[in-house]
């Protein structure tokens, strides 16, 4: 009872039960108006067929006189499937016709009778009342003359008629609230299935998914839309958690450089020089450690989305050239080789500043790991093809093992070869939430696959077509 009273209290079945009554409103009012309409038809038809006869027997009478009209009304009255005829006195006593007996009163109206009336047949062997329908004609000798169809026959088609679209009416109404029975309670189950589910991810399982049946239904673009929703949620709450743990290893260590050469300053008597090297090195660690919230602030800026609003149409090309053009001091500084091969005209929907940091931070750390190549080489490569923007920094270095790479673009997380480098490991973990931002993903490959002259590594950013 309760289950059924829960099932009522939903829209669905609500709706459906207001669907239903309209539709029974609606097949009622149609099974009224067939039937008048097929009444009509049928008395338009007894209307039509005594007028004829009517008017061939008043032909008879103008000219073979009251003999030939008692003549032919008693021959008529005597064939198949005949209409009813009466020839009465203008007392009201009947001479001529194949009726028996009469509703009182039929006789005494002029024309058509205003509503069918009760009549005996003669040799029907019947003792039950028929109905009829008839035209009364008063002639000049003050005698009357009633020409009639009985209307049983029509009235059993509009009884059958009736019968049959009250039957079909019935067989829909069952069925109807059948289906809103079954339509409501796959509902109901299914809105029970996702309560269990939002239940489990209030008490904290974030994993937890409402379910999707397939049907492509508004129930189930609500789950996915919802489903997305808490993948991102888990997602920003498993960086959080990340981020609060590595903060904790990985921030303890400078924080503690930086206390303890303070003590140490503050526990040295003598003043001068160490003093302002104390401070310097104070100063350096401070804005490293500056550097390292700005750049975690900024991945969390991204993952949120709050860059999105700040869209526009940028020309991706000069940025690349740009980035290409401004490391190449640096590079050749540091004894590498950098060239590009990017392509002209290459307009995307983005944010200006994310991209060219993203592009600075894939050739700062090629040129940061590449230093054990010989020759050293790195390319920046932009091209386009029918499955988007591919914008690419390729180095010979020693690259990164494919079962680290997914590794590599968490925060804070550092190879064991690569702790001796300079860095934070954050630099990845912002590309890969930028591209993500932009509808891409971030893809790390072995580019000796492409070149056997790069064998180092491919860190490619692969964004939606560009702007024709």
């Not at 009633?146 to 039957?167: H, K, S, T």
């Not at 959080?240 to 290893?249: F, G, M, P």
């Not at 503050?266 to 450690?289: F, N, W, Y």
Request: charged fraction near 25%; include cysteine; hydrophobic fraction near 45%.
């Amino acid at each position: 009872m309760g289950r059924l009273r829960a099932m009522l209290g939903t829209t669905a079945v609500r709706l459906s039960a207001l669907y239903l009554a309209l539709f029974a409103i609606c097949a009622v009012a149609l099974v009224f108006y067939v039937t008048a309409i097929s009444e009509r038809m049928l008395r338009d038809q007894t209307r039509r067929a005594v007028a004829v006869e009517l008017s061939a027997i008043s032909e008879v009478y103008e000219n073979a006189g009251v003999v030939g009209l008692v003549r032919a009304v008693d021959r008529r009255s005597r064939q198949p499937g005949a209409n009813l005829y009466i020839v009465a006195m203008p007392a009201g006593e009947i001479i001529a016709g194949n009726v028996a007996s009469l509703q009182p009163g039929v006789l005494d109206t002029d024309g058509w009778t205003a509503l069918p009336f009760r009549y005996q047949r003669y040799g029907s062997g019947e003792t039950r009342n028929h109905r009829a329908l008839a035209q009364i004609v008063l002639l000049p000798n003050g005698m009357r003359l009633m020409v009639g169809r009985d209307i049983g026959e029509p009235e059993q088609v509009r009884g059958l008629v009736r019968q049959a679209l009250m039957m079909a009416l019935a067989i829909m109404f069952v069925g109807a609230v059948a289906i809103w029975f079954f339509v409501g309670r796959r509902a109901l189950k299914r809105i029970d299935h996702m309560s269990e589910a939002s239940k489990k991810i209030l008490a904290g399982d974030l994993s937890q998914r409402l379910p999707v049946a397939g049907s492509g239904d508004e129930f189930d673009r609500l789950s996915l839309s919802l489903n997305t929703m808490l993948g991102r949620i888990e997602r920003l709450n498993e960086g959080l958690r990340q981020v609060s743990d590595n903060i904790a290893h990985d921030l303890k260590t400078p924080l503690t450089r930086l206390r303890n050469r303070a003590e140490a300053a503050l526990t040295d008597s003598h003043d001068g020089p160490s003093h302002r090297k104390v401070l310097e090195e104070m100063i350096a660690e401070s804005d490293q450690l500056i550097r390292t919230f700005n750049a975690l602030l900024m991945i969390s800026r991204v993952e949120a989305g709050s860059a999105a609003a700040e869209m526009s149409q940028v020309d991706l090309t000069g940025i690349a050239i740009d980035a290409a053009e401004l490391y190449e001091p640096v590079a050749e500084e540091a004894g590498v080789s950098l060239t590009h091969a990017i392509a002209p005209g290459i307009r995307v929907t983005g944010n200006r500043e994310l991209l060219s940091q993203s592009l600075s931070n894939l050739i700062e750390n090629a040129i940061k790991y590449v230093d054990g190549a010989s020759p050293a080489r790195i390319e920046v490569r932009l091209e386009t093809d029918k499955a988007g923007v591919h914008l690419s920094v390729i180095d010979n270095g020693p690259g990164i093992a494919g079962d680290k790479r997914e590794d590599v673009v968490k925060r804070f997380v550092r190879l064991d070869e690569s702790r001796s480098k300079p860095g934070i490991g954050l630099g990845l973990s912002l590309v890969e939430a930028v591209a993500a931002l932009h509808g891409g993903r971030l893809e790390l490959a072995d580019a000796a696959a492409e070149n056997a002259a790069m064998p180092g590594l491919k860190a490619t950013m692969h964004l939606p077509g560009p702007i024709a």
